[in-house]
């Protein structure tokens, strides 16, 4: 059933709606409050669209199969509906990243009460999952994220996601403006879902997310339908990741597949100058293991982020 989470009258006088599907079992009386909870959350940066595609197999398979569940499901696809609706990742005319402004202020700006708005709505359920694409620049593996200071409550749950690796990050690097952050506190198992790049969809990973999804929601008794198996992931902490970053500027020509496994001193790529008929840089990874960060928009400046390589344990 769709649910209005919150409504922003706008100066054009439209309203700024964020809306939630909400899945119950069949026979689920008034009480809810002994039934597991579990959200899934996307369109927080308007350009990471692959959360939509696992939004709708998810709300389809629970609308057909609505026999099978045992828990209730939240599903917010669009929690920056004017992001997505301008294909900008930001809130628009704010210029603002969404994701850097959790737990919001119910007296703050429009914004920050949005956010203090979604908090609310999340806040009291089991699980959350935060579903992000890359950005246009890059392609990612699907990966859960997880800061070290939550490692050893997640990391058990984030395996069950059908994902090909759980990174965990350092403390230092973690935001805690993040939602994610900001649900983990108020005690909200929050997994971080990274997979695919911006602006497009890669529909098998979407897939393989919405099975894990399905997976983690059979193991903790919230469905009883079948599940397709799932992946053993790499679970690794950053001391085991490799960056390429460009040196020269010019244009990415990339010479290995996103996703492979490559040998130290490989070539990933090439930098060339498309006036001079020239190669600047020859990108090489330094290590041997996964690529599971590739470049995928081909013009790059001196630092440009081309490659992540996973080292092979």
């Given at each position: 059933?769709?649910?209005?989470?919150?409504?922003?009258?706008?100066?054009?006088?439209?309203?700024?709606?964020?809306?939630?599907?909400?899945?119950?079992?069949?026979?689920?009386?008034?009480?809810?409050?002994?039934?597991?909870?579990?959200?899934?959350?996307?369109?927080i940066?308007?350009?990471?669209?692959?959360?939509?595609?696992?939004?709708?197999?998810?709300?389809?398979?629970?609308?057909?199969?609505?026999?099978?569940?045992?828990g209730?499901?939240?599903?917010?696809?669009?929690?920056?509906?004017?992001?997505?609706?301008?294909?900008?990742?930001?809130?628009?005319?704010?210029?603002l990243?969404?994701?850097?402004?959790?737990?919001?202020?119910?007296?703050?700006?429009?914004?920050?009460?949005?956010?203090?708005?979604?908090?609310?709505?999340?806040?009291?359920?089991?699980?959350?999952?935060?579903?992000?694409?890359?950005?246009?620049?890059?392609?990612?593996?699907?990966?859960?994220?997880?800061?070290?200071?939550?490692?050893?409550?997640?990391v058990?749950?984030?395996?069950?996601?059908?994902?090909?690796?759980?990174?965990?990050?350092?403390?230092?690097?973690?935001?805690?403006?993040?939602l994610?952050?900001?649900?983990?506190?108020?005690?909200?198992?929050?997994?971080?879902?990274?997979?695919?790049?911006?602006?497009?969809?890669?529909?098998?990973?979407?897939?393989?997310?919405?099975?894990?999804?399905?997976?983690?929601?059979?193991?903790?008794?919230?469905?009883?339908g079948?599940v397709?198996?799932?992946?053993?992931?790499?679970?690794?902490?950053?001391?085991?990741?490799?960056?390429?970053?460009?040196?020269?500027?010019?244009?990415?020509?990339?010479a290995?597949?996103?996703?492979s496994?490559?040998?130290?001193?490989?070539?990933?790529?090439?930098?060339?100058?498309?006036?001079?008929?020239?190669?600047?840089?020859?990108?090489?990874?330094?290590?041997?293991?996964?690529l599971?960060?590739?470049?995928?928009?081909?013009?790059?400046?001196?630092?440009?982020?081309?490659a992540?390589?996973?080292?092979?344990?």
């Amino acid at each position: 059933m769709l649910e209005k989470v919150l409504s922003v009258e706008m100066p054009v006088g439209e309203n700024n709606v964020i809306w939630k599907n909400r899945h119950v079992p069949r026979n689920a009386g008034p009480d809810l409050s002994g039934l597991k909870r579990l959200c899934v959350v996307s369109g927080i940066h308007g350009d990471e669209l692959e959360g939509q595609y696992v939004c709708y197999e998810l709300n389809r398979i629970l609308t057909e199969h609505s026999q099978h569940l045992k828990g209730i499901v939240d599903i917010y696809p669009a929690l920056n509906p004017l992001g997505i609706d301008s294909i900008q990742r930001g809130v628009p005319r704010f210029d603002l990243d969404m994701n850097r402004i959790f737990p919001g202020n119910l007296q703050g700006t429009v914004t920050e009460w949005a956010a203090h708005q979604i908090v609310e709505d999340l806040k009291g359920a089991d699980f959350a999952i935060d579903i992000h694409a890359s950005n246009i620049f890059l392609r990612e593996i699907p990966q859960v994220r997880v800061n070290i200071n939550t490692a050893d409550v997640l990391v058990k749950y984030a395996k069950q996601l059908n994902v090909d690796f759980v990174w965990i990050h350092q403390a230092s690097t973690v935001l805690e403006s993040t939602l994610a952050y900001s649900m983990n506190a108020l005690g909200v198992k929050t997994l971080v879902v990274e997979m695919g790049v911006g602006m497009r969809l890669t529909v098998d990973f979407c897939k393989r997310l919405v099975h894990g999804i399905l997976n983690l929601m059979k193991n903790e008794g919230m469905w009883d339908g079948e599940v397709p198996p799932v992946k053993e992931p790499i679970v690794s902490a950053d001391r085991a990741v490799s960056f390429i970053n460009a040196e020269k500027p010019g244009l990415f020509v990339p010479a290995k597949l996103h996703s492979s496994m490559v040998e130290a001193g490989d070539l990933v790529g090439q930098i060339v100058d498309p006036f001079k008929g020239e190669v600047r840089e020859e990108c090489r990874t330094p290590i041997k293991g996964l690529l599971f960060t590739l470049r995928e928009y081909p013009i790059v400046n001196v630092g440009s982020l081309i490659a992540r390589i996973l080292e092979d344990a």
